[in-house]
Nanobody, 121 residues
Framework: QVQLVESGGGLVQAGGSLTLSCAAS????????MGWFRQAPGLEREFVAH????????DYADSVKGRFTISRDNAKNTVYLQMDSLKPEDTAVYYC??????????????WGQGTQVTVSS
């Protein structure tokens, strides 16, 4: 069982930056693949980025490639999403997900409660 708690969301102007954190409970964090997803009002939840258990492999949605960076610190049981050059269309609730399988998808086993990111124009 893995419990995930996101933090770091907030209101930022377009062009600004935010760093989201996802703290995981349990001793098996390093065995899980981790991902970030987001859901804007009226839209389906979509993939943002994911990272392998040792951080050696990452992948990003085309919409955030070059602007967002996913990373993890297994010693701290935490995965991060550094978001730069934010755009109003990045406004959404951001969710952290964990799974034993790669790639991390909408069907992942474990989810956090989400953190709101709002980008003003």
């Amino acid at each position: 069982q893995v419990q995930l708690v996101e933090s770091g969301g907030g209101l930022v102007q377009a062009g600004g930056s935010l760093t989201l954190s996802c703290a995981a409970s349990g001793r098996t964090f390093s065995r899980h693949f981790m991902g970030w997803f987001r859901q804007a009002p009226g839209l389906e939840r979509e993939f943002v980025a994911h990272i392998s258990w040792n951080g050696g492999s990452t992948d990003y949605a085309d919409s955030v490639k070059g602007r967002f960076t996913i990373s993890r610190d297994n010693a701290k049981n935490t995965v991060y999403l550094q978001m730069d050059s934010l755009k109003p269309e990045d406004t959404a609730v951001y969710y952290c997900a964990a799974d034993h399988f790669w790639p991390v998808t909408i069907g992942s086993a474990y989810w956090g409660q989400g953190t709101q990111v709002t980008v003003s124009s």
